[in-house]
């Protein structure tokens, strides 16, 4: 069975730092990997996905995401922090096969302060 | 496209009572899911259908619970009789071809008293 673990339920940084948000699968089978961003109040957003092509994938807002099976991590980043990037973020993994589902981890909450 | 549609965005309800809550995936979205979210457990899967047909629902937490998916176009999700334990916020998503992305409605916020 697939599974994400997310280190760090919670990551703070200055505005205009580094991002990094960890995550890391476990899989029997390759997998496809995928990063959402959730808002107060709202649903779950897609950020980013790895569909066993690049292995650096870009997404929306300046996030991006390597695959790095040696690893078996699947971390985000983005460059420089914006008080907008404030969210709940989470990992989640499914099977590259019909009649799956994805499973999250359990989120990690980036506060940005100014 | 509207995207995934929910209702209602909350309900409060006594416990003991039933709740309905009810799911419109995305047109030509042949998967859909049930997820419920907690502080405590995060996102769980419920259950979810491929082609209105239920293909897992070892999520389900009880026999209180129960989906129902009688076309592509709907989908609804019946807790009877609720508990104070079953509040949370319940999403529904829907994936164009399975074992791809979902993409998730705005969600139910359920409180039980």
């Known amino acids: 069975a697939q599974s994400v673990t997310q280190l760090g339920s919670h990551v703070s940084v200055s505005e205009g730092a580094l991002v990094l948000l960890r995550c890391n699968y476990s899989?029997?089978?390759?997998?496809?990997l995928f990063w959402y961003v959730q808002y107060p109040n709202q649903g779950l957003q897609l950020l980013l996905k790895?569909?066993?092509?690049?292995?650096l994938v870009k997404g929306i807002n300046g996030f991006e995401a390597e695959f790095k099976k040696s690893e078996t991590s699947f971390h985000l980043t983005k460059p420089s922090a914006h008080m907008s990037d404030a969210a709940e973020y989470f990992c989640?993994?499914?099977?590259?096969?019909?009649?799956?589902?994805?499973?999250f981890g359990k989120g990690t909450t980036l506060s940005v302060s100014s | 496209d509207a995207g995934v549609i929910q209702s209602p965005r909350h309900e409060v309800t006594e416990m003991g009572q039933e709740v309905t809550l009810r799911c419109k995936p995305i047109s030509g979205h042949n998967s859909l899911f049930w997820y419920r979210q907690t502080m405590m457990r995060g996102l769980e899967l419920l259950i979810y259908?491929?082609?209105?047909?239920?293909?897992?629902d070892s999520g389900m937490p009880e026999d209180r619970f129960s989906a129902k998916m009688p076309n592509a176009s709907f989908s609804t999700l019946k807790i009877q009789p609720s508990e104070p334990r079953d509040s949370a916020v319940y999403f529904c998503?829907?994936?164009?071809?399975?074992?791809?992305?979902?993409?998730f409605g705005q969600g139910t916020r359920l409180t039980v008293v």
């Open positions: 259908f491929n082609n209105n047909v239920p293909i897992d």
């Open positions: 998503a829907s994936s164009p071809v399975s074992g791809t992305e979902a993409f």
């Open positions: 790895y569909t066993s092509a690049a292995t």
């Open positions: 989640a993994v499914i099977h590259n096969q019909a009649g799956t589902a994805l499973i």
């Open positions: 899989s029997s089978v390759p997998p496809y």
